[in-house]
């Protein structure tokens, strides 16, 4: 079980950029998040997928920000125009979710986007 | 809205000390409650995870606890260590996402 991995973990970049982080979550797992974590404080939630559908997105995930599961496998999330306030950890987690149970949601070791 | 609370915002102490760390939440309607170390510049690893129908959990040194009704969780450390230096974030499932605390920073002192 090799776990979330999140690339890369480090991006910089000038304010106006275009960015793109990727999330490969564990292998069985149906559902993926995303989360954004700023200096301080706890994560807060962008949107989530079961397999490739995107089921819920958070008023935080302003119209320069999308994200794509094309194959219910890994997720890409991309910002355009990025402005200063993107500056954060972008977190991924993955869960089991079916039947009965509710899993725990595993994370990632985030992308830390810093913007110059 | 949903909020989570986590009190102290942060804690230091001796090592070999017993602590409690507290979070409150509330939306009583939740599936489950979910206890994470955060290290300086890492993910989350997850500690616990509380069903709403159960009243606590352990493992090791940890055991966390759940009371719906009060809309609390406490999560305590037995016997801390240096290695226990951490930020501990405590998240509610009342849906499809989880709702964060904003963390308590600890520090185990040798």
């Known amino acids: 079980d090799t776990g979330v991995s999140q690339n890369p973990r480090h991006k910089i970049t000038k304010r106006g950029q275009n960015v793109t982080f990727r999330c490969d979550p564990i292998?069985?797992?149906?559902?993926l998040y995303w989360y954004r974590q700023t200096l301080g404080q706890g994560p807060e939630f962008l949107t989530y997928?079961?397999?490739?559908?995107?089921?819920?997105k958070s008023r935080l995930l302003s119209d320069r920000f999308s994200a794509e599961r094309p194959k219910g496998s890994f997720s890409t999330l991309e910002i355009q125009r990025t402005e200063q306030g993107d500056s954060a950890m972008y977190l991924c987690?993955?869960?089991?979710?079916?039947?009965?149970?509710?899993?725990?949601?595993?994370f990632g070791d985030g992308t830390r986007l810093s913007i110059l | 809205k949903q909020e989570v609370t986590q009190i102290p915002a942060a804690l230091s102490v001796p090592e070999g000390e017993n602590l409690v760390l507290n979070c409150s939440f509330t939306?009583?309607?939740?599936?489950?409650l979910q206890w994470f170390r955060q290290d300086p510049g890492k993910g989350l690893t997850s500690l616990l995870l509380?069903?709403?129908?159960?009243r606590e959990q352990t493992s090791g040194r940890l055991n966390a606890s759940l009371d719906k009704s009060s809309g609390r969780s406490t999560l305590y450390i037995a016997a801390s260590q240096p290695g226990d230096s951490a930020t501990y974030l405590c998240?509610?499932?009342?849906?499809?996402?989880?709702?964060f605390g904003g963390g308590t920073r600890l520090m185990v002192k040798p």
């Open positions: 987690a993955s869960s089991l979710v079916g039947g009965a149970s509710n899993q725990p949601q595993h």
């Open positions: 292998s069985e797992h149906n559902r």
């Open positions: 997928f079961q397999n490739e559908a995107q089921l819920e």
């Open positions: 939306d009583s309607a939740i599936y489950n």
């Open positions: 509380i069903q709403s129908s159960q």
């Open positions: 998240a509610e499932n009342a849906g499809n996402m989880l709702t």
